[in-house]
């Protein structure tokens, strides 16, 4: 299983930026499938997910209504459309997946995921 994530870069605030996560050695329908994202001198969070048992989709309050998560299951690859970003959006982010059941409260925590990618640098600046 691998996951490799790409997209990263300079993007001035209200700007927009897409990542992608091109994975391979599994089938993305099967996993659960999340981004993350640490900052500097913070703890790593969760951005967003689908989750795989119901394919509902779920976003921190701090990107909901900005961020898009999605995924292309012909290209087993996901994404993570960035629109109106700001400079608080300023992280290395991090695609992530897991077989594992993963209840509502839970889908959040990078504990419950497995197989990480090795993270792409968003710097917002203007």
């Known amino acids: 299983v691998q996951l490799q994530a790409c997209g990263g870069g300079l993007v001035q605030p209200g700007g927009s930026l897409t990542l992608s996560c091109a994975t391979s050695?599994?089938?993305?329908?099967?996993?659960?499938i999340a981004w993350f994202r640490q900052a500097p001198g913070k703890e790593r969070e969760g951005v967003s997910c689908?989750?795989?048992?119901?394919?509902?989709?779920y976003y921190s309050d701090s990107v909901k209504g900005r961020f898009t998560i999605s995924r292309d299951s012909a290209k087993n690859t996901m994404y993570l459309q960035m629109n109106r970003v700001t400079f608080e959006d300023t992280a290395v982010y991090y695609c992530?997946?897991?077989?594992?059941?993963?209840?509502?409260?839970?889908?959040?925590?990078?504990?419950?995921?497995?197989?990480w990618g090795q993270g792409t640098l968003v710097t917002v600046s203007s």
């Open positions: 050695g599994f089938t993305l329908d099967y996993y659960t």
């Open positions: 689908i989750r795989r048992r119901d394919r509902r989709t």
């Open positions: 992530a997946a897991t077989t594992t059941g993963i209840i509502t409260s839970q889908v959040m925590n990078p504990r419950q995921y497995n197989y």
